[in-house]
């Protein structure tokens, strides 16, 4: 079987932050004015009033401090509540395909491949900015890539599972070096006005280069062990948007957002990860003590700290389960594809590592790495 390598990844950061601070003062202006302007339903006991947010609890139950974001404006301003941004033209790319082409031309470079090279492109993300062309399609044209382009979307698990479909691919003769995107744009689909999710995303898009190790010529490549995915349905996370809603009757104005059951999917997701990740292992005969570094996706500290301490048998050392969610938040498929690009280095050839996603669905995707 060819042996399939990562040879390069990539990772465009939105120059804009919004600090814990900055979102909890604002939610919480917020809270002060919907209860003053709701006061009698309050009173009255017909509505039940909203509660403050605070630093220490967002900080303590998820890890995350601040989070990039495409646009700033709109999103602490009481009235508003979300990104203020304006419709882009056919003629321009729109945000998704733009954060892309950045992620992309790093990923390119590392990998030491041109457009000529590239074959086959997948935009996986969580959400995709309009259903048709294919924003893939849009990038392949913007890099000057020819052969094919797709995207697909399994939510946070994106990326890995767009990664087992470029080893697939590449097995399989139809793609030679893949580029994989993940443009999460995730802020206009948060609630910013609800207390339980206001925090939890932020915007940045991954890449990542796939191809035959006999193609790659990348000093900081990885070679693809095993490959394990599992999908298990769930309502716990959910966002109900969709083209159909202008047919319906009544319109949802929850739609538009994420939301969750968070303390049900890091009870009932957990146990999944650990088998899928312990399974795998398994399966390539990687034990523990050989793993150098975890991967993971980063939705929440406590959940990435359970599920290492599950994998390695102790608690992670310093480094080895490395988090980007206080700086980035919850990046959906994005997440442990930074945590990958940013702690990649100091890992000799021969060495092993997993690279895992987890969230909705349910879905979970892990990679066996091995230091080529
Ligand atoms: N400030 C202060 N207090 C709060 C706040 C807040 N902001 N929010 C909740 N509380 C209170 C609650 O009211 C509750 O109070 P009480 O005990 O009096 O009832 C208390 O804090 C505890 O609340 P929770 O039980 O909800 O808090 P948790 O400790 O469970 O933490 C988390 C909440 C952080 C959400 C946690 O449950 C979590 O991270 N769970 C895992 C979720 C997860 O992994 N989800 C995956 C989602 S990502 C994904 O799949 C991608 C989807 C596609 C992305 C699309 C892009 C937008």
């Known amino acids: 079987m060819k042996q399939v390598v990562i040879s390069g990844s990539g990772c465009f950061t939105p120059k804009e932050v919004v600090t814990n601070e900055e979102l909890v003062a604002s939610y919480n202006q917020y809270v002060d004015l919907h ?8 009173d009255a006991g017909e509505l039940a009033a909203l509660e403050y947010s605070s630093c220490e ?55 030491g491949k041109t457009a000529a090279d590239i074959d086959l492109i997948i935009c996986a993300a969580s959400n995709m900015q309009r259903p048709y062309p294919a924003l893939s399609i849009e990038l392949q044209q913007a890099l000057g890539c020819t052969g094919y382009a797709f995207d697909m979307n399994v939510a946070c698990s994106s990326a890995t599972f767009a990664i087992s479909n470029a080893v697939n691919a590449i097995r399989g003769g139809t793609a030679k070096v893949v580029l994989i995107v993940n443009p999460e744009f995730a802020s206009p689909q948060v609630n910013y006005t609800s207390r339980d999710s206001h925090f939890i995303f932020g915007d940045v898009c991954t890449a990542t280069i796939i191809e035959a190790e006999e193609t790659a010529s990348s000093e900081s490549a990885y070679r693809i062990l095993g490959m394990r995915l599992k999908t298990e349905f769930s309502n716990n996370i959910r966002c109900d948007v969709s083209y159909v809603d202008h047919c319906y009757a009544d319109q949802d104005p929850e739609a538009p957002f994420f939301k969750q059951q968070g303390r049900k999917v890091f009870k009932e997701l957990l146990p999944i990860v650990a088998d899928v990740i312990l399974a795998e292992m398994d399966a390539c005969q990687v034990a523990p003590e ?77 990679l066996v790495l091995e230091k080529c």
């Not at 989070?67 to 033209?89: C, N, S, W």
């Not at 490395?322 to 060495?351: M, R």
Request: proline fraction near 3%; charge should be negative; aromatic fraction near 8%.
């Open 57 to 111: 609890f967002i900080e303590k139950a998820s890890g995350i401090k601040s989070r990039h974001v495409m646009y700033k404006e709109g999103i602490l301003d009481t009235a508003v509540m979300q990104p203020v941004f304006a419709r882009r033209g056919e003629d321009e790319h729109p945000e998704m395909v733009e954060m892309a082409i950045a992620a992309a031309h790093e990923a390119m470079a590392q990998a």
């Open 290 to 366: 050989q793993l150098k570094r975890l991967w993971l996706h980063q939705a929440n500290i406590n959940m990435n700290l359970f599920a290492a301490k599950k994998i390695l048998g102790r608690d992670p050392e310093e480094g080895e389960a490395p988090l980007v969610l206080d700086t980035y938040a919850n990046t959906a498929s994005a997440g442990s594809i930074i945590a990958f690009h940013q702690n990649k280095t100091g890992i000799a050839a021969g060495e092993k590592a997993i690279l895992c996603s987890f969230g909705a669905g349910y879905s979970v995707g892990c």
């Open 35 to 42: 209860n003053q302007e709701f006061k009698a339903q309050i």
